[in-house]
């Protein structure tokens, strides 16, 4: 670890995105309740959800062939310029006694800004690290510092938005990506360079308009095409699509959970998502340690349905020690589900296609999360938010159900 930490880029490089992921979940948090404060409707705050990862994986498609066709590091800072400046406009808006549809506008920008940071540094990394045997070390680094940044961000971003307010912290945030963009403007360019030609000239980087829709349009076909001559493949996409969706109504339901049902404030609400990272936490080291033998399908089906049956009590009960406990489950009961959903799709698809299917991919799965909080936003009204998050648990065990069925042809 020593020997990574002695590159200055790879400083500049941890700490511009450590600063910024805790940023983010400041931001996140400080933006979520002071939308529902403003408007006191759940519809908005679907919407706000909706908004930022619908365009997130719409702008997603074009992120990834840009960060390969530009310097990434470039792009990286623009991200961050322009985002801290759209969150700055967020605390104008916000404050003021305007219309909503600026802030969707703004939101949705950022959305779309997102993947280049998001993508792009996981794309720069192998290029900060010239001893590639260190890469797997780097990455270990890199995974300690979001899951630093998602256990104490929350209850922190709970505590200031108590203390100064919803306006401050998410000034924070925007102050938080102008430091990131600061950071890595101070990893050496020579570090973060594209490979060269052999006579040392670079490739061509501005991609011709209409070639570059083409390209990108002949990428997602291949994609489908791998995907629908597949059915077992489909039934994974569409379950994890379902799970995505069933997280949805949390997503959207836990502040309104956390102020009405709790009679609690921001604190409350930090609480709930830090109790999930912290079970997310220990099941992610808990199954690193076991020996797993149940076969990846039914694997994936029973954590669809225990993570119904852990969120069951927040429908179900107003009490804090409770819903703490459910959502600490909850985590504990997901934390290996992406890790063996990836690695079955990267065993099963070959490596030259890769980047083609997980990207048309992307394009089902990535929507069900913001539609479940769109569908879930217009549905509080009409249940309220214990029987919204009651309903969503019993769809989820019911989806897991029919999984078992479904997905027992997937096997290690």
């Given at each position: 670890?020593?020997?990574?930490?002695?590159?200055?880029?790879?400083?500049?490089?941890?700490?511009?995105?450590?600063?910024?992921?805790?940023?983010?979940?400041?931001?996140?948090?400080?933006?979520?309740?002071?939308?529902?404060?403003?408007?006191?409707?759940?519809?908005?705050?679907?919407?706000?959800?909706?908004?930022?990862?619908?365009?997130?994986?719409?702008?997603?498609?074009?992120?990834?062939?840009?960060?390969?066709?530009?310097?990434r590091r470039n792009l990286i800072i623009m991200d961050?310029?322009?985002?801290?400046?759209?969150?700055?406009?967020?605390?104008?808006?916000?404050?003021?006694?305007?219309?909503?549809?600026?802030?969707?506008?703004?939101?949705?920008?950022?959305?779309?800004?997102?993947?280049?940071?998001?993508?792009?540094?996981?794309?720069?990394?192998?290029?900060?690290?010239?001893?590639?045997?260190?890469?797997?070390?780097?990455?270990?680094?890199?995974?300690?510092?979001?899951?630093?940044?998602?256990?104490?961000?929350?209850?922190?971003?709970?505590?200031?938005?108590?203390w100064y307010g919803e306006a401050q912290v998410l000034?924070?945030?925007?102050?938080?990506?102008?430091?990131?963009?600061?950071?890595?403007?101070?990893?050496?360019?020579?570090?973060?360079?594209?490979?060269?030609?052999?006579?040392?000239?670079?490739?061509?980087?501005?991609?011709?308009?209409?070639?570059?829709?083409?390209?990108?349009?002949?990428?997602?076909?291949?994609?489908?095409?791998?995907?629908?001559?597949?059915?077992?493949?489909?039934?994974?996409?569409?379950?994890?699509?379902l799970f995505n969706m069933a997280y949805g109504p949390?997503?959207?339901?836990?502040?309104?959970?956390?102020?009405?049902?709790?009679?609690?404030?921001?604190?409350?609400?930090?609480?709930?998502?830090?109790?999930?990272?912290?079970?997310?936490?220990?099941?992610?080291?808990?199954?690193?340690?076991?020996?797993?033998?149940?076969?990846?399908?039914?694997?994936?089906?029973?954590?669809?349905?225990?993570?119904?049956?852990?969120?069951?009590?927040?429908?179900?009960?107003?009490?804090?020690?409770?819903?703490?406990?459910?959502?600490?489950?909850?985590?504990?009961?997901?934390?290996?589900?992406?890790?063996?959903?990836?690695?079955?799709?990267?065993?099963?698809?070959?490596?030259?296609?890769?980047?083609?299917?997980?990207?048309?991919?992307?394009?089902?799965?990535?929507?069900?999360?913001?539609?479940?909080?769109?569908?879930?936003?217009?549905?509080?009204?009409?249940?309220?938010?214990?029987?919204?998050?009651?309903?969503?648990?019993?769809?989820?065990?019911?989806?897991?159900?029919?999984?078992?069925?479904?997905?027992?042809?997937?096997?290690?």
């Amino acid at each position: 670890m020593q020997q990574i930490w002695k590159q200055p880029a790879f400083r500049w490089y941890w700490t511009g995105l450590f600063l910024s992921g805790l940023g983010d979940q400041f931001g996140w948090l400080a933006l979520t309740w002071f939308v529902m404060k403003k408007t006191g409707s759940s519809v908005a705050m679907g919407g706000v959800v909706l908004t930022y990862f619908w365009s997130q994986v719409a702008a997603g498609l074009v992120a990834g062939v840009l960060l390969d066709r530009f310097e990434r590091r470039n792009l990286i800072i623009m991200d961050n310029l322009l985002r801290g400046a759209i969150y700055l406009g967020l605390v104008a808006l916000l404050q003021g006694n305007g219309p909503l549809w600026p802030v969707f506008l703004l939101i949705a920008l950022a959305g779309m800004l997102a993947p280049l940071s998001n993508a792009g540094s996981q794309a720069l990394l192998p290029r900060l690290v010239p001893d590639k045997e260190m890469l797997l070390k780097a990455n270990s680094l890199m995974e300690s510092q979001w899951q630093i940044a998602y256990l104490l961000g929350p209850a922190l971003a709970g505590l200031l938005v108590s203390w100064y307010g919803e306006a401050q912290v998410l000034i924070l945030d925007a102050i938080s990506f102008f430091v990131c963009a600061a950071c890595f403007f101070f990893i050496p360019k020579a570090a973060a360079q594209p490979d060269r030609n052999p006579d040392g000239s670079r490739e061509e980087t501005v991609p011709q308009t209409a070639a570059f829709f083409q390209a990108l349009l002949s990428d997602l076909r291949t994609g489908y095409r791998y995907l629908f001559a597949r059915p077992i493949l489909l039934w994974l996409i569409f379950f994890v699509f379902l799970f995505n969706m069933a997280y949805g109504p949390v997503e959207v339901a836990l502040p309104f959970y956390a102020r009405d049902a709790l009679q609690g404030e921001a604190v409350s609400l930090g609480m709930l998502w830090m109790a999930l990272a912290v079970g997310s936490l220990c099941g992610s080291l808990l199954f690193s340690f076991l020996e797993w033998r149940i076969p990846t399908g039914y694997t994936l089906a029973g954590i669809i349905v225990l993570w119904g049956i852990a969120t069951l009590p927040l429908g179900l009960c107003s009490r804090l020690d409770i819903a703490l406990l459910s959502m600490a489950l909850a985590g504990l009961a997901f934390a290996p589900f992406g890790v063996l959903y990836r690695t079955y799709l990267q065993r099963q698809v070959p490596e030259e296609l890769l980047g083609r299917v997980f990207t048309s991919i992307r394009t089902i799965t990535g929507t069900g999360m913001p539609f479940g909080a769109f569908v879930s936003g217009l549905l509080i009204p009409e249940l309220g938010v214990n029987r919204l998050l009651l309903l969503g648990a019993l769809v989820c065990m019911l989806a897991g159900g029919v999984a078992f069925r479904q997905l027992r042809g997937i096997r290690p």
